[in-house]
């Protein structure tokens, strides 16, 4: 079983900043393709960044030049550093990890909780 955990969120100001970071664990062999995505109510959940696990990234158009993200492989975490907030980037916060677990016969994804970042003076 494998189990992503995050943490981070919470409310800020706009024009400030918020490190989001999550954590995979469980029966792993190996952590492919991790990403971050969001969601907004009444919306559907888009693509923030993602990162493989040679380190490119892709960025949401939205984001570039504000958002960073990278990975750490010994810890099997994701970070997604988030700076010159905007209201707009309100929404609950979703990593995502391509993990192929012991046992199983391909990689899939799995996804975490959610943490909710909220951009508002």
């Known amino acids: 079983q494998v189990q992503l955990v995050e943490s981070g969120g919470g409310l800020v100001q706009p024009g400030g900043s918020l490190s989001l970071s999550c954590v995979a664990s469980?029966?792993?062999?190996?952590?492919?393709?991790l990403g971050w995505y969001r969601q907004c109510p009444g919306k559907q959940r888009e693509l923030v960044a993602d990162i493989t696990i040679d380190g490119s990234t892709n960025y949401a158009d939205s984001v570039k030049g504000r958002f960073t993200i990278s990975r750490d492989n010994a810890k099997n975490t994701v970070y997604l550093q988030m700076n010159s907030l905007k209201p707009e980037d309100t929404a609950v916060y979703y990593c995502?990890?391509?993990?192929?677990?012991?046992?199983?016969?391909?990689?899939?994804?799995?996804w975490g909780q959610g943490t909710q970042v909220t951009v508002s003076s």
């Open positions: 995502r990890a391509d993990v192929f677990a012991k046992f199983a016969l391909t990689a899939k994804p799995y």
């Open positions: 469980g029966s792993i062999l190996s952590v492919n393709a």
